[in-house]
């Protein structure tokens, strides 16, 4: 290693000094640094000099930022950021400061990470939960849908607009129409708007409970959070096993507390009256029609049904 004494040797050298006066040369005649010049004259020469290191970064975060390789492979040194360059008067003189400011991408992803912060996801496939369609993407898809499209969409602007009702959508229609994929994208739009949801996949989730009847903790917490989310969707409800704990004590104390609260949303392959009958049934007890009304009354007044048509796009992009 050099020690202090040859470096500061070489940097008296000829070839030190001209090396820098060739950077100080090329920096002063790059057009950014021209354009910095031209709308603030008041900074001299010998302040440049002054802020070679400065403008040595600025112009070279610029350069990696025209060419962008993407967030993930961002060249500049503080990743996903670029230096900008001010003046500023202090005490009467003009100052040149130096501020590392998050580019577009950054602020995008830190968006997005907010947005996932707000949604919780029991059982659903991730990637329906990360797809990223734009309005005339997911309308386009299959004409025969766009009337449901059509409904949600409307759903989503008239929340944005007004705030949370206690109302909610039932889509229903057959296999893989993308009903889940049009609730994870109202749940995801309304994430934006700052909403917090909970998306769950009935059945697995139906599964799920009986191992919690051991941990009385983990399943008190699950129910909280279902009963609290500003957006709850119960995702192909009526392809579950139930049991009557689930039914009256879960699936009833969740909605009960919800209901003239907040939203709760269902994706189905039953009609509410085919639902109604599926939830009056369950594997332990047999046919009990009045705890299924019971159930349904926590349903059907606090929703619009929304029929899913189109053709089963299972195994392809939605």
């Known amino acids: 290693m050099e020690s202090l004494g040859e ?4 940097m008296k050298s000829p070839q030190f000094r001209q090396r820098s006066e060739q950077i100080l040369n090329n920096l002063l005649h790059d057009p950014l640094i021209q354009e910095l010049r031209s709308r603030h004259p008041e900074i001299s020469e010998n302040q440049l000099t002054l802020n070679l290191s400065k403008l040595y970064q600025y112009v070279n975060d610029s350069r990696h930022c025209s060419a ?14 670029f230096t900008r360059l001010t003046v500023e008067t202090v005490t009467g003189r003009s100052q040149l400061y130096d501020r590392q400011v998050p580019c577009s991408k950054h602020l995008a992803r830190e968006r997005e990470i907010e947005v996932k912060k707000r949604i919780h996801s029991f059982y659903v496939d991730e990637r329906a939960m990360q797809e990223g369609y734009d309005m005339v993407e997911i ?15 409307r759903y989503i602007n008239e929340t944005r607009e007004n705030g949370l009702s206690p109302h909610g959508l039932y889509l229903v229609g057959h296999f893989g ?22 998306i769950v996949y ?23 959070i279902m009963k609290e989310a500003d957006l709850l969707i119960f995702d192909d409800i009526g392809a579950e096993n139930l049991n009557p704990w689930v039914r009256d004590h879960v699936m009833g104390a969740i909605l009960n507390y919800r209901m003239n609260r907040k939203p709760t949303f ?37 929703v619009d049904v ?13």
């Open 68 to 81: 962008c390789p993407g967030l993930d492979l961002c060249p500049n040194d503080f990743q996903g950021h």
């Open 177 to 198: 129409t993308g009903k889940t994929f049009l609730m994870t994208y109202l749940l995801h739009e309304l994430a934006k708007a700052g909403h917090s949801g909970v």
């Open 306 to 318: 929304v029929a899913v048509n189109g053709t089963n796009k299972r195994g392809s992009r939605k």
């Open 266 to 302: 269902y994706t189905s392959n039953y009609d509410l009256k085919a639902l109604e009958k599926h939830l009056s049934f369950t594997s332990k007890d047999g046919e009990e029609a009045h705890k299924g009304q019971r159930l349904m009354d926590r349903i059907a007044p606090f």
């Open 202 to 224: 009935m059945p697995e989730f139906v599964e799920d409970l009986k191992s919690m009847l051991q941990d009385s903790q983990k399943l008190k917490e699950t129910v909280e």
């Open 139 to 153: 309308m386009s898809k299959d004409s025969m849908r766009s009337p449901a499209v059509g409904q949600v969409f």
């Open 7 to 10: 470096m500061l040797q070489q």
